[in-house]
């Protein structure tokens, strides 16, 4: 490797070879200026990898020295991560990590003060690359941004150098640029990070439901960081539907990775129990344990299927507005439970509210209503002046209007308006789906929706269910080979009549397995009327089943 | 079929389809041998053996459409089986992913 403290012939470095003390602390300021060159706009598109390399490579130039490596501190795990070198690549390479405390640069980051290895061992090094490259001297300084340390930054050679008092300030300097310039990328990273994890997160399209419709904005606050605010709606296998919305206290990344857990965990535990204080209460449980120290609240609603009434339980949320067609609107009278992540086994309660026809629900997050110029009583009278009963996009942006209006929030603002539509006749029920086994159970929450919808008695609606299972089953086991098909289902009302058709577009085989031929049996034991067609490139059931009053 | 690494051969004969795989799978071609063996075992067919002794590379893409493959076939009721002698490259892949485990490999393990 060429030794670099003779600079190159040919290169064209501003700076000369040290004469004397004076020469050369004027020379160093000189060099200095490359570095902070170095943080100027040309730069501004580089990565902190990046940065850091091609600071490194001016910090050979400058130190005259044969090494240099940048290692950040991982906060998780108390440990050095090599994230940049210049002669030692190896470091970050093998992703090289060293505690907090041990070793040279740990000392370092531990002490918050340069050190100066004259000699290279094995008792005052301990990462075995830095003794295997013939490293002999070492000098190294901590990167500290508003006091706090971010990393390591030394410097080796390859001979002995007995680095002095001089070298030691002038690396300080240059550790400062070095931190200066990498905690705004790594701000920046964190920024971006968090803002894709939030719009990963955050449902891209909310569902298309018969009965129910759905608008939501989600705005960042003025700090620019991404909070802790997210909204989800998601069906349940027995046809009810979640609407949550929830704001985890905090900002930035750390706060988007705790929303990402706990949406996770209220989805995971909702497969559990449709009871919201109770969903509530398991993820309160599950934060304490493996998130201690965080804290959120959440406002979880579950809609019955035939969407006559929500049941819903608050975690230290504001509670939802509500407008009745023709009414103004009114906040909804709920006891409120503690936030979660704060109190061991709280008690939490639910309660069961109608939703008539044509009714507007809004939840949303505190960012909405919190303002230092107005109470929150003021405030959320204005915002019942703004929800009306009307479409819910119509309704957010009414509400943004008039709460947020041109002004950029403090704080993160989520909203989320659902509107239970007012048609007399229920719309029929229209499914396309991949002929696969997991399409059946999506079948079913829509079809236990829809059968909610038309008033139809828990028998008949058991009877339909199977009598449309079967038929699905059919055309997921028989009508495709390897490539799969897709499986039809249109479910209608003719006076108290419910038709249904299962079409698939594969070719028609005879039903092979164990329980051959039951089900056609199962599918005339459960409807009126029963039709098989055969085509050439499809098969069809048409079924027909009177609803009980 | 061809495409640059790899063969699909496929030869019906009565109920039964075999695929001969030959050559190498990955995530470049994955695609294109699964729409090839798709499109040769239809609903028709009783039995379906993939023959992936000519198989000299396959990763977890290849391996992810085998296995889909045996979900797939399960659920139509078609038997599917591997043949996959011992000390092919494929062999030893279908061993460790146990893919023998949802649907049998011939020869059988020892």
Redesign the interface.
């Known amino acids: 490797m060429p030794h670099p403290k003779q600079p190159e012939v040919g290169r064209a470095l501003p700076f000369r070879r040290p004469m004397n003390d004076a020469t050369q602390t004027k020379d160093a300021t000189g060099r200095l200026r490359q570095i902070e060159a170095l943080t100027d706009s040309a730069l501004a598109h580089l990565d902190v990898e990046e940065l850091l390399s091609e600071l490194l490579e001016r910090v050979r130039d400058v130190l005259h020295v044969d090494t240099a490596a940048v290692l950040l501190l991982d906060r998780a795990s108390n440990s050095l991560i090599a994230t940049a070198a210049r002669g030692i690549e190896e470091e970050v390479i093998q992703g090289v990590r060293i505690p907090v405390g041990r070793g040279f640069a740990g000392r370092i980051a531990a002490e918050k003060r340069a050190v100066i290895l004259d000699r290279v061992d094995h008792t005052n090094v301990l990462n075995p690359i830095l003794r295997d490259r013939g490293i002999r001297s070492l000098l190294g300084v901590p990167l500290r941004s508003q006091g706090e340390v971010l990393g390591v930054l030394h410097v080796g050679t390859l001979s002995p150098r007995k680095f002095t008092e001089d070298d030691a300030e002038l690396l300080h300097l240059v550790a400062d640029r070095v931190a200066l310039a990498t905690q705004a990328r790594l701000n920046e990273a964190d920024r971006s990070a968090a803002i894709a994890l939030q719009n990963s997160l955050l449902p891209g399209r909310l569902p298309q439901l018969h009965g129910l419709e759905f608008a939501a904005r989600y705005v960042p606050g003025e700090a620019g960081g991404v909070g802790g605010d997210w909204y989800d709606v998601f069906s349940l296998p027995s046809g009810r539907l979640c609407v949550v919305m929830g704001d985890v206290v905090g900002r930035g990344l750390r706060a988007a990775v705790v929303m990402g857990r706990l949406r996770s965990t209220l989805r995971a535990y909702s497969l559990m129990t449709e009871d919201p204080a109770e969903v509530i209460a398991r993820v309160d449980r599950k934060l304490q344990h493996f998130e201690p120290g965080e804290m959120a609240t959440i406002m979880m609603t579950v809609f019955d299927p035939s969407y006559d009434t929500i049941t819903i339980s608050c975690a230290g949320h504001p509670p939802p507005v509500m407008a009745r067609a023709n009414d103004p609107a009114t906040v909804l009278e709920l006891p409120v439970d503690p936030p979660i992540g704060v109190f061991a086994n709280h008690r939490r309660r639910n309660t069961t509210i109608e939703i008539p026809r044509g009714a507007v629900l809004c939840l949303f997050t505190d960012g909405l209503v919190e303002r230092r110029d107005a109470t929150l009583d003021e405030r959320f009278d204005e915002l019942c002046q703004a929800v009306q009963a009307d479409a819910p996009d119509a309704v957010c942006a009414a509400v943004m209007l008039r709460m947020v209006g041109s002004t950029t929030p403090k704080d993160d603002i989520a909203v989320l308006t659902v509107r239970r539509t007012d048609d007399s006749r229920t719309a029929p029920l229209d499914i396309h789906v991949a002929a696969?086994?997991t399409s059946l159970g999506q079948i079913r929450v829509a079809l236990r929706r829809w059968l909610a919808t038309v008033g139809a008695t828990d028998d008949d609606a058991n009877d339909i269910l199977v009598a449309v299972g079967e038929a699905t089953a059919n055309a997921?086991?028989?009508?495709?080979?390897?490539?799969?098909g897709v499986v039809e289902v249109h479910v209608d009302l003719e006076d108290r009549d419910v038709v249904i058709r299962v079409r698939d577009s594969?070719?028609w085989?005879a039903p092979?397995?164990e329980h051959r031929g039951r089900g056609t049996m199962i599918m005339e034991k459960t409807s009126d009327t029963f039709h098989l067609i055969r085509g050439e490139n499809f098969t069809e059931v048409i079924m027909r089943r009177r609803l009980s009053t | 079929v061809s495409t640059p690494a790899v063969t699909v051969t496929t030869e019906p004969s009565g109920s039964t389809i075999a695929v001969k795989l030959a050559g190498e799978i990955d995530l470049a071609n994955a695609d294109d041998v699964a729409q090839a063996v798709d499109a040769a075992i239809t609903n028709q067919s009783f039995d379906a053996i993939i023959d992936v002794a000519g198989i000299t590379y396959i990763d977890s893409v290849g391996m992810r459409y085998l296995f889909t493959l045996a979900a797939r076939l399960n659920t139509a009721q078609i038997r599917l089986r591997f043949l996959a002698p011992l000390g092919t490259p494929a062999r030893r892949v279908i061993e460790l992913s146990g893919l023998n485990a949802v649907a049998p490999v011939d020869p059988p393990l020892g």
């Open positions: 696969v086994p997921v086991e028989h009508a495709y080979g390897a490539a799969g594969g070719q085989r092979r397995g």
